[in-house]
């Protein structure tokens, strides 16, 4: 009996692992969804960034300077790069924040969405 029953979980776990699973907490690299990202190296030039690698991945990407840093946020949505909880609070407490200085959007940081701030790493 055991003997039939393995074989069959053992193809639902595979098929379970190659099916792509919908994420909720995926993470936009600047700000919200509707702001454009630089793909360039020449964009990224002449808007004042600079081209260089930013995570582990060996791929070039853009690190802009934001011009709101500091401005007080409660969603990454507000600003250029992204919205930081203040050091020290409390994952799942209601903060305020403040933009971003930059648009690197890699390491472990703490954000602030929709007025509560979570750690998220990012590699």
């Known amino acids: 009996m055991i003997q039939r029953i393995v074989p069959v979980l053992l193809v639902a776990l ?5 099916a792509p699973a919908e994420r909720s907490d995926a993470v936009t690299p600047i700000g919200g969804p509707d702001k454009a990202t630089v ?3 020449a964009e990224c030039l002449r808007e004042g960034g600079q081209w260089t690698q930013l995570g582990r991945a060996p791929v070039q990407q853009c690190l802009r300077q934001t011009t709101d840093a500091g401005k007080a946020c409660s969603d990454s949505a507000q600003c250029e790069g ?20 930059d648009t690197n959007p890699f390491g ?16």
Do not use: H, K, Y
């Open 14 to 18: 595979l098929a379970a692992c190659s």
């Open 39 to 41: 793909i360039t190296e």
């Open 108 to 123: 472990c940081q703490q954000r602030v969405r929709g007025g509560v701030a979570s750690t998220i790493c990012v590699d």
């Open 82 to 101: 992204q919205c930081m909880a203040s050091e020290g609070s409390v994952d799942g407490a209601q903060v305020s924040g403040q933009c971003s200085v």
